[in-house]
């Protein structure tokens, strides 16, 4: 059974450095054909897709963030992370950890973590 548990500060200063990770188990993260994916949601707002790792360790991101977006992996761990640099209130939101089956859309998602940005 796979599943994805991300992890990381449940609060922020801005202009400082966002870091979350996500740990897969039940699965590789360098499996054919899946993407590692972060998406997040503010609050009283839709989900906005961030960005993501794929099974090669190639990434792309959302372009408007990809200036501050960086998606990396630990592949001895199982690991994905997501860094968010110079954040701001509006960084504020549920980010999720998901993983994208090529083709076939969104299949699993970790349970969200709740990012607060505030001084």
């Known amino acids: 059974q796979v599943q994805l548990q991300g992890s990381g500060p449940g609060l922020v200063k801005p202009s400082q450095t966002l870091s979350l990770t996500c740990t897969i188990t039940g699965d590789s993260i360098t499996t054919n054909y899946y993407y590692w994916t972060w998406i997040r949601q503010p609050p009283g707002k839709g989900l906005e897709w961030i960005g993501y790792i794929n099974y090669h360790g190639s990434t792309f991101y959302n372009l408007s963030l990809a200036s501050r977006s960086s998606i990396s992996w630990d592949t001895s761990k199982n690991q994905f992370t997501l860094q968010l640099k110079s954040v701001i209130p509006e960084d504020t939101a549920v980010y999720y950890c998901?993983?994208?089956?090529?083709?076939?859309?969104?299949?699993?998602w970790g349970r969200g973590t709740q990012v607060t940005v505030s001084s």
């Open positions: 998901v993983r994208e089956d090529y083709g076939f859309g969104y299949d699993h």
